[in-house]
């Protein structure tokens, strides 16, 4: 009804680019079906995910994989993940391998990028409304994963073994005309466990409305400020304005969350002056990572179209600098490599999964990279 896709027919390799299933066709026909290693990257810098999806896709074939842990953050030209084995046994999954990766990765990577501008202010994932319905839970996982501190879609959330948090839309205001009435009615109804957050832009400015919500409030916890940008024009003085009349009336302990088109450079600015951030398209329609999937050996030679390296690859990382190095399989014993580890890990092994993919894991490997991003990239 909706336009989806279904689970077996992504895994069945049908959810792929057509000329992949005539080149099955031709190869088959021909008796051509060479051992093969096909590696995965990109031009770009981020953040991986999407390592555990691929696992699953592609469990239960003669096949081995090797890739990244979810949460890396690779560089221009590593490989992220390879596959090895016979190039029937996977050629018409490039299309949903590529697609699962790309996507997790660019959401985890735009995530990554917002908490890096963020600092210690909190950031949350609003944005599952500007997606189709069917992916929120690939967005609000892979926002977390990125580094986003919490995310608002419930049934994404619990997908992703996460709490929904969220605050209050303007229609329940609408639907009350007025607003006092609405918060108090939220505070009435809702448990003590969700935090009393008003929404304080909807007929009124801000400091009006802010002061409202702190003298009729009790446990008010923050106001959240979803200014429209027809009004904004000096957002910070307008939150700095909001700050000093709470302040003044004994409510420095309320917070103040703003919300509504927020991309980096606007988190990076609001920082100092306010507490959290709700970011919904930037982070939710994020670009795709641009991976492509290449055979780099087949029978044991090495193999490349223009543009690529040949060979099966390694990648040594040191853990205290972030710094790579990028060898040819096999060549590694003729190296230094004290204090590297590989990056390319087992994922499969004929067709068994063989690693585990939590999600906290990934999201903290992610953070623990933060500070030695350079700024070009963050
Ligand atoms: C929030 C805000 C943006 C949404 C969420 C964030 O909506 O207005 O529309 O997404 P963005 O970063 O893509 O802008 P609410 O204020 O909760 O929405 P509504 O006006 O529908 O109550």
Not at 129 to 135: A, E, G, I, S, Y
Not at 233 to 256: H, L, P, Y
Request: aromatic share 8%; charged share 25%.
């Amino acid at each position: 009804m909706f336009g989806i896709i279904d689970d077996d027919t992504i895994l069945a390799g049908l959810s792929t680019d057509v000329y992949f299933l005539r080149t099955e066709e031709v190869l088959a026909n021909k008796g051509i079906n060479p051992n093969v290693v096909a590696e995965v990257t990109t031009p770009a810098t981020g953040i991986l995910s999407g390592v555990d999806d691929v696992a699953h896709l592609l469990k239960g074939k003669p096949l081995d994989v090797y890739a990244m842990e979810n949460g890396t953050l690779f560089y221009p030209r590593e490989p992220v993940l390879y596959v090895e084995g016979r190039y029937l046994d996977f050629a018409r999954y490039e299309t949903s391998i590529l697609g699962l990766l790309c996507h997790a990765s660019g959401i985890a990577t735009k995530a990554f990028k917002i908490k890096a501008a963020a600092g210690e202010k909190r950031v949350v994932s609003f944005g599952s409304r500007r997606q189709h319905p069917c992916l929120a839970g690939v967005i609000e996982k892979n926002a977390y994963l990125g580094g986003m501190d919490g995310v608002s879609n419930h049934a994404g959330a619990q997908l992703a073994g996460l709490q929904a948090e969220g605050t209050m839309p303007h229609a329940l205001i609408i639907c009350f005309g007025e607003q006092v009435k609405a918060w108090q009615s939220f505070d009435d109804v809702m448990p003590k466990d969700v935090p009393r957050v008003c929404l304080c832009d909807t007929y009124a400015d801000e400091k009006t409305e802010s002061v409202l919500a702190c003298t009729n409030i009790r446990d008010l916890s923050a106001v959240r400020l979803d200014t429209p940008s027809s009004r904004r024009g000096d957002f910070q003085a307008i939150v700095n304005e909001v700050r000093w009349e709470m302040d003044i009336r004994g409510c420095s302990n309320v917070e103040i969350f703003v919300s509504g088109g927020l991309d980096e450079q606007d988190v990076r600015d609001l920082r100092d002056v306010v507490d959290g951030f709700g970011v919904g398209s930037k982070v939710a329609s994020a670009p795709p990572i641009d991976f492509a999937m290449d055979i780099v050996e087949k029978e044991g030679e090495f193999v490349a179209k223009r543009g690529k390296l040949g060979g099966k690859k390694q990648i040594y990382r040191d853990w205290s600098t972030l710094d790579d190095m990028i060898l040819l399989s096999g060549t590694e014993e003729k190296l230094d490599l004290e204090g590297r580890e590989p990056l390319l890990v087992p994922v499969l092994q004929d067709g068994k999964i063989v690693a585990d993919f939590p999600l906290e894991k990934a999201r903290e490997l992610a953070l623990s990279q933060l500070k030695f991003c350079e700024e070009s990239f963050i």
